[in-house]
Every structure is written in C-alpha cells, then in structure tokens.
C-alpha cells in the first residue's frame, strides 16, 4: 500500500469476506463518509517503571482490548451499541439508530488463558484481526483500568453470549452514540493508560508512535 492510499476498503473487504464483521453495507458507507482514511495515532508512555503489555486488536470497524493480570489470564473487552453489537442486529434501521441516536451501550468482554504476547492473543480471539498493536504501560494503570471494567460486569443485571462476536456482553452505564462509540471509548480507555491518543475517533484505524506500519 502506497502513501496516501486509504487503508480502510482494504480491510474491511478481508474482514467481510471472512464473515467475520458484523457491519451493514449503509452503515459502512455513512462511516466511510463521516470519517475519512487519517489513522489515529496512539503515543505509549516513554518512562514504565513496571512494564505490562496490553493489545490493541482492530476489527476493521471496532476495535476491542486485551489487558494481562500478570497471573496467566487475559481480559478482552470492547464497548458497542447493545442492540447492533451486542444483539448483532444489523438492520438499516439499527445502524442508524446507532449513528445518529444514543442507544443502550454494551460492554463485551472474555477470558483467555496463556502468555501476554501477540502470538496468544491472536490465537485465543477467535475473529477476525485487521492489526494487532502491543503498547507497554504501567502495571497499576492496567490493574486500575481492568478493575474498573470488571466491577461493571460484576454488578450486571444481564449476561448476553455472543459467540459470533466471541463476547459476552452486559449492559455498559453510559449510552452509545457517534461522540461516544467503540473506538472512542477505545481512546479513552488508552488514556487512563496513560497513552496520548491524537483524537477521539469514530473509525477504527490506529497507528503507534514509532512502530513501523505496515507497507
């Protein structure tokens, strides 16, 4: 892929083809057009005193996030709107609801077991990975993030698997809408990790500071 070209086409159309990607073609097309091809750029923390690794996994349009509990376990979780996401309706009527309306959000998460390293990640996920990013952040900052995820799914009311989406998912406190989407969250996320993250963006399309993107 030359300078310039747009990146997002390309994956989508791997990601589709997999059957992997739960996306309406209107949808795709009004975020195509509201968001443009310009890649986030996520800056890690230079100074980590107490390193742990965590995995930025984008799915083409969502983007999800796989923290370590330096014990063996892995924790992925992504945020949705509950009824295109998490309930995988994608009707028209349902992608629009989701883009121009806040909707009941969705919190998705799972537990893996195995080493924190790429390789794992990419084996336990069972959907499709467009790019797979390792960031390195402090320990506390990770713990402190996954506790405060894990304290929404212990307080949950309702449990929805969604095996096609490999989550479950359980009602998220704060509504879904087009400031407030995956990959938003995702940034917001980043930054309680201490990361600087270029913009809150609508479209899942990431890029590290000082690792080499892929030609």
Known sequence: MTAGQCPIPARLAVLCRKGRHRAAPGMLLVSLLLTGCGATRISPPVEVLDPMPVFVLDHGRHTSLVLADGDGGLHRYAYGDWRYYAQGDTSLASGLAALFWRTPGALGYRRLRGEANAATVE?????????????????????ALRARLDAIIAQAPTLLPAPDVDLTFVPHPRAYSLAHNSNQVMADWLTELGCRVQRRPVWAAWVVAGAERPQ
């Open 123 to 143: 084996r336990m996920v069972r959907v499709g990975i467009a790019e797979l990013h390792t960031l390195r952040v402090e320990r506390a900052r990770a713990d």
